[in-house]
Protein backbone atom coordinates (compact mmCIF):
# COMPACT_ATOMS: atom_id res chain seq x y z
CA UNK A 1 0.00 0.00 0.00
CA UNK A 2 2.81 2.72 0.76
CA UNK A 3 4.66 1.23 -2.30
CA UNK A 4 1.66 2.14 -4.13
CA UNK A 5 1.01 5.63 -3.01
CA UNK A 6 4.64 6.47 -3.01
CA UNK A 7 4.88 5.51 -6.80
CA UNK A 8 1.70 7.80 -7.09
CA UNK A 9 3.36 10.82 -5.94
CA UNK A 10 5.91 10.47 -8.69
CA UNK A 11 4.46 9.70 -11.94
CA UNK A 12 4.40 12.14 -14.19
CA UNK A 13 2.67 11.49 -17.62
CA UNK A 14 2.97 12.32 -21.19
CA UNK A 15 0.47 15.80 -20.72
CA UNK A 16 1.88 17.19 -17.98
CA UNK A 17 5.91 16.98 -19.10
CA UNK A 18 4.55 18.41 -22.56
CA UNK A 19 2.81 21.28 -20.80
CA UNK A 20 6.02 21.71 -18.02
CA UNK A 21 8.31 21.99 -22.01
CA UNK A 22 5.83 24.04 -23.20
CA UNK A 23 5.92 26.47 -20.25
CA UNK A 24 9.39 26.53 -19.63
CA UNK A 25 9.91 27.33 -24.19
CA UNK A 26 7.11 30.10 -23.69
CA UNK A 27 9.46 31.50 -20.07
CA UNK A 28 12.80 31.81 -22.59
CA UNK A 29 10.28 33.34 -25.60
CA UNK A 30 9.02 36.22 -23.29
CA UNK A 31 12.71 36.57 -21.93
CA UNK A 32 14.13 36.63 -25.45
CA UNK A 33 11.12 39.66 -26.09
CA UNK A 34 12.12 41.65 -23.00
CA UNK A 35 15.87 41.68 -23.56
CA UNK A 36 15.72 43.86 -26.44
CA UNK A 37 14.44 47.12 -24.86
CA UNK A 38 16.53 46.21 -21.35
CA UNK A 39 19.45 46.30 -23.74
CA UNK A 40 18.74 49.60 -25.43
CA UNK A 41 17.99 51.59 -22.14
CA UNK A 42 20.57 49.80 -20.35
CA UNK A 43 23.32 51.22 -23.28
CA UNK A 44 21.43 54.38 -22.74
CA UNK A 45 21.70 54.42 -19.19
CA UNK A 46 25.19 53.93 -19.10
CA UNK A 47 25.68 56.48 -21.81
CA UNK A 48 23.67 59.25 -19.36
CA UNK A 49 26.06 57.86 -16.71
CA UNK A 50 29.25 58.98 -18.76
CA UNK A 51 28.05 61.85 -20.28
CA UNK A 52 26.36 63.46 -17.13
CA UNK A 53 28.83 62.48 -14.62
CA UNK A 54 28.46 62.32 -10.58
CA UNK A 55 25.06 61.88 -9.02
CA UNK A 56 22.92 62.99 -11.64
CA UNK A 57 24.45 60.79 -13.73
CA UNK A 58 24.14 57.41 -11.78
CA UNK A 59 20.09 58.19 -11.09
CA UNK A 60 19.49 59.29 -14.89
CA UNK A 61 21.59 56.06 -16.00
CA UNK A 62 19.73 53.31 -13.28
CA UNK A 63 16.43 55.61 -14.21
CA UNK A 64 16.64 53.78 -17.60
CA UNK A 65 17.92 50.80 -16.77
CA UNK A 66 14.85 49.99 -14.48
CA UNK A 67 12.62 52.22 -17.04
CA UNK A 68 14.00 49.85 -19.43
CA UNK A 69 13.73 46.56 -17.29
CA UNK A 70 9.69 47.48 -16.93
CA UNK A 71 9.13 48.37 -20.76
CA UNK A 72 10.45 44.70 -21.33
CA UNK A 73 8.15 43.02 -18.90
CA UNK A 74 5.35 44.81 -20.52
CA UNK A 75 6.05 44.28 -23.88
CA UNK A 76 7.09 40.23 -23.14
CA UNK A 77 3.35 40.27 -21.41
CA UNK A 78 1.80 42.08 -24.12
CA UNK A 79 2.95 40.12 -27.19
CA UNK A 80 2.38 36.67 -24.97
CA UNK A 81 -1.06 37.87 -24.55
CA UNK A 82 -2.24 39.23 -28.33
CA UNK A 83 0.23 36.64 -30.16
CA UNK A 84 1.76 34.03 -27.63
CA UNK A 85 5.65 34.03 -27.11
CA UNK A 86 6.77 31.35 -29.11
CA UNK A 87 4.73 32.16 -32.32
CA UNK A 88 6.48 35.85 -32.55
CA UNK A 89 9.49 34.06 -31.98
CA UNK A 90 9.17 31.69 -34.62
CA UNK A 91 7.78 34.32 -37.18
CA UNK A 92 10.65 36.17 -36.05
CA UNK A 93 13.13 33.58 -36.90
CA UNK A 94 11.73 32.26 -40.06
CA UNK A 95 13.55 32.38 -43.50
CA UNK A 96 11.25 32.73 -46.05
CA UNK A 97 13.57 33.41 -48.68
CA UNK A 98 15.69 30.34 -47.71
CA UNK A 99 12.09 28.52 -47.85
CA UNK A 100 11.46 29.40 -51.58
CA UNK A 101 15.01 28.65 -52.69
CA UNK A 102 14.40 25.10 -51.51
CA UNK A 103 11.02 24.77 -53.29
CA UNK A 104 12.78 26.05 -56.35
CA UNK A 105 15.21 23.11 -56.34
CA UNK A 106 12.38 20.62 -55.90
Sequence with gaps: MIKEQHLELFSINKS????????????FSMVKIALSPILIFTIAGIACYFWLEGA????????L????LMVGVWLA????????????????DAT?????????KK
Design 65 to 68: GVLG
Design 56 to 63: LGAFVGLA
Design 77 to 92: IYIHKKHGAIEFNARL
Design 16 to 27: SMSNFFEKIVEF
Design 96 to 104: PELDKKEEE
